[in-house]
C-alpha cells in the first residue's frame, strides 16, 4: 500500500509538472518585445538573436525592416512584426509596384526561415494632423495586402496599422469606448476584419498614471491591490488599467460592429528612469508593471470583457535608445542593457524564471521573521499587522485575476475560519503559486511575504513548497 501511494503521487507530481511547463509554454506565446533603433550602441543582430532565444519572449517587433535583423531572427522560431514608416504610405497608396517591391525587397528574401507575420503600414497616422496621409492609409494597406496575396502569402502574413491611445475619442469608463475620425475607421476596421487581421493600438497606463499622480492610480497602474473602478455603464470593476484601456478598444470596435476583430497591444511599458521632474519613472515601477503585466498574460485571465484568453502584447523596449529626444524616460524603458545584461529582472529568463536577488526589490527580500534564503521560501502570507480593509483590496485583487477562489466560499474546504484573514491568506497565496513566483508577486502593496512554513490546516491544503 505504501508503494502504491508512492507510485500515485509520483504520477500526481509529474502530471501536474507537465500541466504546468504545457501551460508556461504556450502562455509565452502572448509575449512580444520591441526593437527601437533610434541608437548608436545597439549590440550585434545575432547576439540580439541568441538573447532572445535564451528568454521566453517568442515574439519581435520592428519599426522598420531591417534586414540584418531579419535574417539573424532566421530559423529561431521567433514570429517578426516589420513595419513600413508613414513616410512610406503615399508612394505604396499611389503605386501597386511600389508594394510589390516593398515584398519583394523586405519578405521575399527572408521568409518563412525567418517568421514574419505582420507588416504594420505606419505609426499613429489617425492622430496626424495630415488628412491627406490619412486619406492614403487604407490604399496603401490594401496595396501591400494585393501584393502578399500575388506572392502566395495572403493569410500567411498579415497587414495592420499601429493607432495611439487617443485614437478613442472616450476611453473612460470602459464600455463608453468611441473612435475618432470614424468614417475613415469604419474602413480601417472593415479591411481588418475582410482580411483576418488584428487592429493594433498603443495603451500606455504609465502615461495615464503621469495625468493622474495619485497613489490610487500608482496601485491601479501597476496590477497592485486597489480598491478597484466601477464602470458605471456595466456595473464591471476593473481591478487593474491595463484592462480598462484594453476593453475600452473593445468597446469602441464594438460599438463600430466589429467586436470580432482581435486586438494586438503593438506597445505598452514603463520607464525606470525620468528626470527629476517626472512622475513615475523608476526601477521599482517599471518592474512591477511589467513583472505583474507578464504574470497577468499568463494567467490567461484576460479582461473583463474578454475573459480566458491573453491579448498578443509587446513590451515597450528591448533595448533603451539613447538617441531618442524627449525627457530621460524616453530613452529608458529597456528591458535589457546593450551588454546584454538585464536591467532589472521582469522572469523572461530561461535561466532564471524566478531571480533571488531582483534589482531594487519591489518587496522585502528579508522576511520578518528568519527563515530560509527566498528560494526556499514556498508560501505567500500576509504580514502580521495588516489592517482587515487592506486585507480585503488584496483579497480581491487576487481573485480578480483568474484564480480558483472557490475553496473559501461557503461550503468550500478552507471556508472556515470565515475570516478576512484567513481568506486573503489563502488568495494571496495562490496568486503568487500560479504567478511566475518572483517576489513581487508576492508584494500585495508590502502587506505580504514569503515564508517556508506550510499553513495548510485540516483539510484546507495551500499550494506550494520549495522551489
Known amino acids: ?204 497606463p504609465f502615461f495615464a498614471y503621469q495625468s493622474d499622480p495619485r497613489p490610487e492610480t500608482l496601485a491601479f497602474c501597476l496590477f497592485q491591490p486597489n480598491a478597484g473602478r466601477v464602470d458605471s455603464g456595466t456595473g464591471i470593476k476593473y481591478m487593474n488599467m491595463f484592462d480598462a484601456q484594453v476593453d475600452a478598444v473593445h468597446s469602441a470596435l464594438n460599438a463600430m460592429g466589429f467586436k470580432d476583430v482581435e486586438i494586438v497591444v503593438a506597445e505598452t511599458g514603463w520607464p525606470y528612469r525620468g528626470d527629476p521632474n517626472e512622475v513615475g519613472p523608476s526601477v521599482e515601477n517599471a518592474k512591477a508593471y511589467n513583472g505583474n503585466l507578464i504574470a497577468h498574460l499568463r494567467s490567461m485571465a484576460g479582461t473583463p470583457l474578454m475573459p480566458g484568453k491573453s491579448v498578443d502584447t509587446y513590451i515597450f523596449a528591448l533595448y533603451d535608445e539613447d538617441l531618442k529626444p524627449g525627457p530621460t524616460s524616453e530613452r529608458s524603458f529597456g528591458l535589457f542593457k546593450p551588454d546584454l545584461s538585464a536591467a532589472y529582472d521582469v522572469g523572461i529568463s530561461k535561466s532564471s524564471q524566478t531571480p533571488s536577488t531582483p534589482v531594487t526589490p519591489s518587496t522585502p527580500q528579508t522576511p520578518t521573521t528568519p527563515s530560509p534564503k527566498p528560494t526556499a521560501a514556498g508560501w505567500c502570507m500576509p504580514k502580521a499587522g495588516i489592517s482587515d480593509a487592506q486585507l480585503q483590496a488584496s483579497l480581491d485583487y487576487a481573485c480578480s485575476q483568474g484564480i480558483d477562489c472557490s475553496p473559501i466560499q461557503p461550503g468550500g474546504a478552507c471556508f472556515e475560519p470565515n475570516t478576512v484573514v484567513s481568506h486573503a491568506a489563502f488568495a494571496m497565496n495562490l496568486y503568487y503559486q500560479t504567478s511566475a513566483k518572483n517576489p513581487w508577486n508576492c508584494d500585495f502593496s508590502k502587506t505580504a511575504t514569503l515564508t517556508s512554513q506550510n499553513p495548510s490546516y485540516n483539510g484546507c491544503v495551500y499550494p506550494g513548497g520549495g522551489t
Request: charged share 10%.
Open 1 to 204: 500500500m505504501a508503494n502504491s501511494n508512492s507510485n500515485s503521487s509520483l504520477f500526481l507530481f509529474v502530471s501536474l509538472l507537465l500541466f504546468q511547463v504545457l501551460h508556461f509554454s504556450s502562455s509565452q506565446s502572448f509575449i512580444g518585445l520591441n526593437y527601437g533603433q533610434v541608437a548608436d550602441n545597439l549590440p550585434p543582430p545575432a547576439a540580439t538573436a541568441k538573447l532572445l532565444q535564451s528568454t521566453s519572449i517568442q515574439k519581435l517587433r520592428l519599426y522598420g525592416a531591417d534586414p540584418a535583423i531579419i535574417k539573424a531572427l532566421a530559423n529561431t522560431g521567433v514570429g517578426i512584426v516589420i513595419g513600413a514608416s508613414s513616410g512610406d504610405i503615399p508612394a505604396l497608396a499611389s503605386d501597386p509596384n511600389a508594394a510589390t517591391q516593398w515584398i519583394n525587397s523586405n519578405v521575399l528574401p527572408f521568409y518563412p526561415a525567418s517568421k514574419i507575420i505582420l507588416i504594420t503600414v505606419g505609426n499613429e497616422v489617425m492622430i496626424s494632423d495630415d488628412q491627406n496621409l490619412i486619406s492614403q492609409l487604407i490604399p496603401a494597406m490594401s496595396n501591400m495586402q494585393n501584393a502578399l496575396n500575388a506572392a502566395s502569402l495572403g493569410g500567411k502574413i498579415k497587414v495592420s496599422t499601429v493607432h495611439a491611445m487617443s485614437v478613442l475619442a472616450q476611453s473612460d469608463p470602459p464600455s463608453s469606448g468611441s473612435f475618432i475620425r470614424q468614417d475613415t475607421m469604419r474602413g480601417i476596421l472593415q479591411f481588418l476584419k475582410d482580411h483576418g487581421s488584428p487592429f493594433t493600438i498603443n495603451p500606455y
